[in-house]
T-cell receptor, first 112, second 114 residues
């Protein structure tokens, strides 16, 4: 089946630093989604991408849909302590009933 | 926030017992999904539904069954729970996978099988 490789697995950064994480797929996707999960809660959608090459921002977050349609990245600028959590990428194909394939997650720790 | 609730939120059960988890939505969305989350695996799809009484298997469906008798409820059943089914279970919904394609998740159910 489809596989997503998300990297890095974890990051330890200082407050104010920029963060970058990415996902690569063995298959082409038509949708890339980025989620954040806080402890004990469900994933919350951060950014949705629908077109190859698309670059979308949500506040300090910026994500891009790779032109090969097999990768995506998420950048967080000027990190703050509340950015701590697990970030997941997820992809969906064209005729998949919206079924998502998830990356393994990136655990982000921000030191004040 | 999407109107999704899951019950129970926590459950401890013994090996071999049946368990049913409930997902309830107030958004009238057609598509509903059950995922499990385990360390190092992200979220993996168990079953999904594309309408009332229309369901299909996901990536890790062995040992699980589902039912959807009305739009708002999607039930996940473990017929005979095993320790390997100890996990956190999430329900998700979307209005249309062909257009918006964004899935919104419930708060999760933590299941422990002893």
């Amino acid at each position: 089946g489809q596989q997503l490789n998300q990297s890095p697995q974890s990051m330890f950064i200082q407050e104010g630093e920029d963060v970058s994480m990415n996902c690569t797929s063995s298959s082409i996707f038509n949708t890339w989604l980025w989620y954040k999960q806080d402890p004990g809660e469900g994933p919350v959608l951060l950014i949705a991408l629908y077109k190859a090459g698309e670059l979308t921002s949500n506040g300090r977050l910026t994500a891009q849909f790779g032109i090969t349609r097999k990768d995506s990245f998420l950048n967080i600028s000027a990190s703050i302590p509340s950015d701590v959590g697990i970030y997941f990428c997820a992809g969906s194909g064209r005729t998949s009933y919206g079924k998502l394939t998830f990356g393994q997650g990136t655990i982000l720790t921000v030191h004040p | 926030d999407a109107g999704i609730t899951q019950s129970p939120r926590h459950k401890v059960t013994e090996t071999g017992t049946p368990v049913t988890l409930r997902c309830h939505q107030t958004e009238n969305h057609r598509y509903m999904y059950w995922y499990r989350q385990d360390p190092g695996h992200g979220l993996r799809l168990i079953h999904y539904s594309y309408g009332v009484k229309d369901t299909d298997k996901g990536e890790v469906s062995d040992g699980y069954s589902v039912s959807r008798s009305k739009t708002e409820d999607f039930l996940l059943t473990l017929e005979s729970a095993t320790s390997s089914q100890t996990s956190v279970y999430f329900c998700a919904i979307t209005s249309s996978p062909g257009t918006g394609r964004e899935q919104y998740f419930g708060p999760g159910t933590r299941l422990t099988v002893t």
